[in-house]
């Protein structure tokens, strides 16, 4: 798979991004805690910027009105509708196309038809964003990209 350099490591500061095209392709590079991670620049959603979002912590709740923000996984917000992916892997974790402000009774069943995540405890969503692998060469951020 061809290698394409795409900045000098210290060019991407901690918490910074650079959008880059490759192969034809927009490319959000991320730097976050000196791990890189590099996603398609098209939402899953709308085809928006999504690399042009927020970069925002993961937050678990325990219990109504509890919550602790786990800045150790991130999730890049969409910019045009809020839409929320994975940084890491590019997963989402909310499909807008199911919720609704409409009345539902409710009862309490196993969750036996359900898999969720063993880290998060969460089902993932549909939608995937396309992810690139990267890496640090001799102070140089490299993207692998198939042509």
């Known amino acids: 798979m061809p290698r394409y350099v795409v900045a000098e490591a210290g060019e991407i500061p901690d918490g910074g991004r650079r959008v880059v095209t490759v192969a034809g392709r927009e490319i959000g590079i991320f730097n976050v ?11 899953a959603h709308q085809g928006g910027p999504v690399c042009e979002g927020d970069l925002l912590g993961w937050i678990r709740s325990d219990l109504p009105g509890h919550y602790a923000v786990d800045g150790s996984r991130r ?20 499909d807008p196309a199911r919720t609704r402000v409409r009345r539902y ?6 969750g036996a038809g359900l ?10 969503g549909p939608f995937v964003l396309e992810t690139y692998p990267v ?5 140089y951020v490299v993207v692998e990209v198939d042509a």
Not at 75 to 90: A, D, Q, S, V, Y
Not at 135 to 139: I, L, S
């Open 105 to 110: 009774d409710v009862e309490v069943e196993a």
């Open 33 to 43: 805690g000196g791990r890189f991670y590099a996603l398609r620049n098209r939402c």
């Open 75 to 94: 999730l890049l917000e969409c910019p045009w509708h809020g839409w929320e992916f994975e940084l890491e892997t590019g997963r989402s974790w909310f």
């Open 135 to 139: 890496e640090v060469d001799r102070q």
């Open 115 to 124: 898999t969720p995540d063993p880290a998060t405890g969460l089902v993932p």
